[in-house]
């Protein structure tokens, strides 16, 4: 089973390295002039617009008839996975539908720092190159993070396969350039330790017993 929060490290280490080896302009600039329709789509799911363009861009090159999850026409029901979705009245219903009920669930996620944004889009795409230990062409291809390897099908690697696609790390990099408003968020802050929950929440062995006393103590005043 795949770390998580060593992934979202790795990525952020990655994000941090990370050159450019293909140009990105002419794409990122098209995924920025769609911006609105992105933004609308975060409004109703809280997923950072970029980070939907983005996702738009590899499942579909960005065609506004494909849908977000898989790529299928959303005006019909979907025939890959996830399969069964739609139809829709719109693209934007259909990714909506995307983030919100098809696995990863990327509307509940509360880490859009640059690790827990890049870690969301590798298990959009699938964390079959994180099990292999090598880097994801869907965030790193164009960049000198990726040379090589790709899924050529479901369930079948191929180490000399390179992925022609622009990868999302690159295609945000450039963004940023162009957008100053893109920025990614503070990481998510751990969930309490239960343990240590409890454990403040009992006061110390002395206090209670000073407590016991002043509270005999009132009670004897009371009799009086």
Known sequence: MINLEKLARWNAARWQSAALTRPFEATARR????????QAVEARTGVPW????VIHQRESSQSWKASLAQGDPWDRVSTHVPKGRGPF??????AVDALVNCAPYAARNDDWS????LTMLERYNGLGY???????????AGTNQ?????????????P?????????AGLIKTMMA????????????????????????????????????AAALARLFRRA
């Open 31 to 38: 995924l920025i002039a769609a911006k609105p329709r992105y």
């Open 50 to 53: 970029y980070v939907v363009a």
């Open 89 to 94: 009245a719109s693209w934007e219903d259909a």
């Open 114 to 117: 640059v690790g827990g944004t």
């Open 130 to 140: 994180a099990t292999k230990g090598v880097p994801s062409p869907y965030l790193w």
């Open 146 to 158: 990726y040379v090589a390897g790709k899924y050529v099908r479901d369930g079948v690697y191929d």
């Open 160 to 168: 000399t396969a390179i992925d022609k696609q622009l990868g999302c």
């Open 178 to 213: 162009m957008d100053s408003g893109i920025a990614f968020g503070v990481a998510a802050k751990p969930p309490p330790d239960p343990q240590q929950q409890a454990s403040s929440a009992q006061p110390p062995a002395r206090a209670a017993f000073f407590m016991a006393v």
